[in-house]
Each structure stands twice: as C-alpha cells, then as structure tokens.
C-alpha cells in the first residue's frame, strides 16, 4: 500500500486571521505585534512584498511601509480558526497530527488507496489523483467553513519529511504532489536549509566539510557522517536521500541544554516599576516548562537590555537542581544584585528603564522517575504539592489561571500569546470521524 501524507502549512496565519476578522484591512500590509513597540510577528502576504517578515522591528517596518497596519495578538481568535480547521480534516482521516497551531499532517494512505469501478471493472485508483482531490476539497470547505480570507498550501508525498518540502515550493495558497519517483528533482531546486532539521548552523558544519548542496549531502558516504556528528550523521545522511525524519532538529541536539523566555516590555508600562512582577512570570513559565518537559537544572541565567545600550547578564550555578518557578526567581534576583554590585549600580538605575528581561535555566537533566527523592531534596513537601496542583488547573484550564500573586501581577503586561510551535491547546491527536465516502 503506497504512503501517503499531506502537509497542510496555513499562510501568514496570525496576520490573515486578522484580516479574517477585519475585511477593511484585506489586501492591506498588516503587522502583528505582541506588543506595538517591538517587532512583527507575523506579516500579512501583502506586508511580506515590502520586506516584511517575522523579526522585523515596528520602526524598520513602519520604514518600509509607512502607513501598515499594526494590532496586538488575538490568541483566542487563532485558536478558534484552528479548531476549525482541524475539524475539516478531520472529516477525511482520523490519523491527523497537529505539529503546531497553523499547520498539521495528515495521514492519507488508507483513504487514497481504494477501488473503484473503471469501465465497468473494479480497479484501483491512483492514490496520488485522490489525495490531490482531497486537498481541493479541504481547500475549497476551508472558504466556506473556516474563513473566506483564509488559505493554504499543501504538500503531498510519501514521508512527512517530503510532504512538508513539498507544501513550501508554492506559496501563498499552493499544492505540490511529489511521488516517489518525483524526489530526484528536488535536488536542483532545494537549499541546504530548506530541508527541515537543517539550520544555519548545521549548514556551516555541512561546508566545512565540502558540502553546499543538497546532492553533495545525499552523495557524502555515511560513514564520515557518522564519524563527524555521531548518530547525527546517520539522519543526516537519510535526510540527503529525501528518506530521514523531519522532526530531527540538530540545532538543539548540545551537550548545553537550556530552557528560558525573554520578553520585551511594552512601552506604556515602562516607567511602572514592573520589573520584579516581570521577571516573576518570566520564572514561573520556566519552570513550567522544565517541569512539562521532565527537567530540572542547576544554571539560572538572566538578561536586561534597556534602550540606551546597558546589558546587563549574569548566570551561575546554584548548587541544587530546580524546575520551581520561585526558585528560579529568587535565583534571578540575586544574579541581579550581583552585577549592581559589580557595576556599581542601584535597582531604580534599572528599574524604570529595562525594556528586555529574559530567564534561562540551564545544565538540565532528565528527572525521570526520581520525583519523591527530587522533592525530599531540594523542595518542601508542601511546596511541591503546591507545585503539581498548580500544573493541573492550567494544564486542564489554560496558562496561569491559578498563579502566585507575583505573577498574577504580570497578566496585563506578558499578555496571553500563542507560539507557532505551541500545541497544547488540542493535544496530540485529533480524533475524527473518519473519511467514509469520496
């Protein structure tokens, strides 16, 4: 039976859904912001034409379209337009994963491989024509069921890895069908880093030995592969076939692993001496984290930037290991004292002009299954409690619903947000009716 998977990649989802909900601003350059003093998030289709991308600064962008509109994020909004869509898909496999809030793979194979009647004869289709027809059709419900101003492109293939290649070659609103005898033309046409898993850093290793392209990496023996990168080498060395994984992520395959959140400050609370409240939630999300992730460390880092080029950074280890928000905060604070100490500086030198705080914990390591021990050691019984509970409520309900007060101080400034590559809201699997007829 021949694999079949589709990639459906949303485009310029935050700004699009914007335009979703304001017709006036369609065909117009939008910016979305977390805040409107910091940089773009996601740019509409139109903003992306004037140089416009993810990263690019409200000033920088404003510079290169003066009059682009520019909002906050609306993550209630996006979610919704996600359940939608998921809900589509639904409709055609239960096998559906969601990698992140805009985009999802969708297991295909046993839907496409059917029989029907041809010339009066029960044959087999073609797979590949039936799932091309699928995607039209989740592309054309998607107008009517998830939102008019909405589109995306699709990649259909035999692995995920080629399937979501395949859904980046025609964007905005495309669908690229690579069958597997398709797969040795994309040799001309891809980049080292269009091949997910590979980054600009993994890039520089790939040219220090002699490869640039993605044919010198399919053609580079397997064995030098292995020797360089260990069992790195090996998914490289399938990733040059267009046969590896795409989850293969060698940007964050260190022996320095670290887990942190920076955030830029907005400017109308600047001068509000919200630094303390800041740098807390900063801790708590850490923490929560490390804990959702089955990690604690013994590094706490933490960062402050203000506008006229202070840089204040400080990291050290603690002696004990930690995955418990207040720790990391009471952590941050002494690594803030220090280097007033060291700079001779006092907290309202920084207090009211710090506009990025960012908090890193590093030198992690798996618990495992060492929670009692872990607890007994380095956290009250009744901290630890306290902890777990905490968990709970916002892993049913959402992001600090239940908080400590220092925290709950920050909800109007770290305001509630949605990463691209965030998915708890709906969980692993999205179990659907499945497809019976098509």
């Known amino acids: 039976m021949q694999k079949i998977i589709a990639h459906i990649d949303m485009n310029s989802y935050f700004a699009t859904c914007e335009q979703q909900d304001h017709p006036e601003w369609r065909g117009l350059p939008v910016g979305v912001c ?16 004037w140089g416009i991308k993810t990263g690019t600064p409200v000033w920088e962008a404003r510079r290169l379209y003066p009059k682009i509109i520019l909002t906050k994020t609306h993550p209630d909004r996006y979610r919704y337009y996600t359940s939608r869509f998921l809900k589509v898909f639904a409709d055609y496999t239960d096998k559906v994963e969601k990698y992140s809030i805009d985009e999802a793979f969708l297991d ?22 039936e799932a091309q027809e699928i995607i039209k ?20 293939s035999y692995s995920k890895l080629v399937a979501k290649i395949a859904s980046d070659l025609r964007k905005p609103d495309g669908l690229v069908v690579v069958r597997p005898q398709d797969k040795f033309a994309l040799y001309d046409k891809l980049e080292l880093t269009d091949v997910p898993g590979i ?24 064995s030098q592969l292995v020797a360089k990168f260990g069992i790195a080498g090996k998914h490289l060395y399938s990733m040059g076939q267009l046969e ?6 060698f940007e964050e395959q260190t022996d320095s692993k670290s887990m942190g959140h920076m955030y830029t400050i907005a400017q109308e609370f600047r001068q509000q001496r ?20 089955q990690y604690v460390g013994d590094n706490v880092f933490v960062h402050l930037h203000n506008p006229t080029g202070l840089c204040l950074s400080r990291g050290r280890k603690i002696g004990r290991m930690v995955d418990d928000g207040r720790e990391i905060y009471k952590e941050a604070i002494f690594a803030i004292f220090q280097m007033l100490k060291r700079d ?65 101080l920050a909800r109007d400034i770290i305001r509630d947000s949605v990463g691209f590559g965030r998915m708890k809201e709906f969980g692993t699997t999205f179990m659907g009716s499945g497809r019976a007829n098509h």
């Not at 977390?34 to 034409?49: D, N, T």
């Not at 980054?199 to 397997?222: A, S």
């Not at 590896?244 to 992520?249: F, L, P, R, V």
């Open 34 to 49: 977390e805040h409107l003093g910091g940089i773009i998030i996601a740019a509409s289709v139109e903003a992306k034409r």
């Open 137 to 156: 059709e989740i592309k054309l419900r998607m107008k009517t069921e998830v939102g008019d101003y909405i589109t995306c492109s699709a990649g259909v």
């Open 274 to 293: 919200v630094l303390r409240p800041v740098l807390y939630k900063l801790s708590e999300m850490v923490g929560a984290r490390l804990r959702a992730n």
């Open 344 to 408: 001779n500086l006092s907290w309202q030198d920084i207090e009211n002009q710090v506009y990025l705080v960012g908090v890193t914990v590093s030198g992690l390591v798996k618990k495992l299954n060492q929670d009692n021990l872990f607890s007994q050691q380095f956290k009250s019984e009744r901290s630890a409690g306290l902890v777990e509970a905490l968990d709970k409520i916002n892993t049913k309900y959402d992001d600090f619903t239940v908080a400590r007060v220092p925290a709950f």
């Open 244 to 249: 590896g994984s795409w989850k293969e992520n």
């Open 199 to 222: 980054g600009n850093r993994m890039q520089k290793q790939l040219n220090n030995l002699g490869i640039y392209t993605l044919k010198e990496l399919r053609d580079y023996p397997e």
């Open 108 to 129: 295909l194979t046993e839907v496409c491989n059917v029989r029907g009647m041809i010339d009066g004869k029960l044959r087999r289709l073609d797979p590949w024509q």
